[in-house]
């Protein structure tokens, strides 16, 4: 059995002020939920604020990004090292803003997860395909790439894995429910390849426009096992009722 690992990525969104104002809220809206893994990846300057209001709470603290050096003379990054410092379980990498906005390879993005875990980060590893290479055909051998080279020389264990279909995030079109699985599935036939039985404990989330409205839906796919939440996530009311989605047959 997979925890469901529901995540917010609030992206270059809210001051400190407004990461308190969320946490007040949403904190209360989600203190019984459990058997669900709850983390919220705000903007690296709201990070101390958001662990020092979430101590004691069943949330967890995830980075957008990390760096893939331990220290030194790289102004402006982040070292794996400083976000366990500073409460971080996860980090997200190689999400396709990073790799289309930030030229990240998918061999930056293996070095990002080789030195995260080193640290004892955990990795939120982000997938996907666009427009062009889905009406190509191409989102297998898209899928497939980023996985080889992004896991090479990996262990299996702390990472997540978001399928993130590009055509999908931010768009308000959301992959249906059986092209989630599809993905999903072939997603865990390719971790499969690498690490045997240990795929099936890898939690395979998906992100791209979940909204409450559909979180139920997508939540019921057999290989869906969570959500990465962008615009919804902005809101406690709307975040915590992706939280706390219904298992619908
Ligand atoms: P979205 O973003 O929910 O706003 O589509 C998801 C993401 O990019 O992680």
């Known amino acids: 059995m997979r925890t469901p690992f529901l995540a917010a990525n609030w992206k270059m969104n809210k001051t400190v002020g407004e990461t308190r104002d969320f946490l007040a809220q949403f904190i209360p809206q989600v203190r019984d939920v459990s058997g669900v893994d709850i983390v919220i990846a705000p903007p690296f300057t709201s990070l101390a604020t958001a662990a020092a209001e979430i101590k004691g709470t069943n949330i967890m603290l995830a980075a957008q990004n990390v760096f893939h050096e331990e220290k030194g003379a790289f102004t402006g990054e982040i070292s794996p090292r400083m976000l366990v410092d500073i409460g971080c379980r996860y980090s997200i990498i190689g999400h396709s803003e990073r790799r289309q906005y930030f030229h990240e390879t998918d061999e930056m993005v293996n070095k990002k997860i080789m030195i995260a875990k080193q640290t004892g980060l955990g990795v939120i590893l982000c997938i996907g395909e666009s427009l062009e290479e889905r009406e ?3 989102t297998f051998d898209v899928l497939s790439r980023q996985l080889e080279i992004g896991l090479n020389g990996i262990e299996y264990q702390n990472i997540v894995i978001a399928y993130e279909p590009i055509w999908a995030i931010g768009t308000g079109k959301t992959a249906a429910p059986e092209q989630a699985q599809e ?4 997603i865990r036939e390719r971790l499969r390849i690498y690490y045997g039985n240990n795929a099936e404990k890898f939690a395979i989330i998906y992100g791209g ?13 057999r290989d869906v096992d969570g959500a990465l939440v962008g615009g919804a ?9 992706i939280v706390k989605f219904r298992k619908v047959q």
């Open 136 to 138: 190509a055909e191409k």
């Open 183 to 186: 993905a999903h599935a072939f």
């Open 209 to 221: 426009s979940v909204t409450p409205e559909n979180v139920d839906s997508l939540m019921a796919c």
């Open 233 to 241: 996530s902005l809101k406690a009311e709307s975040f915590s009722r």
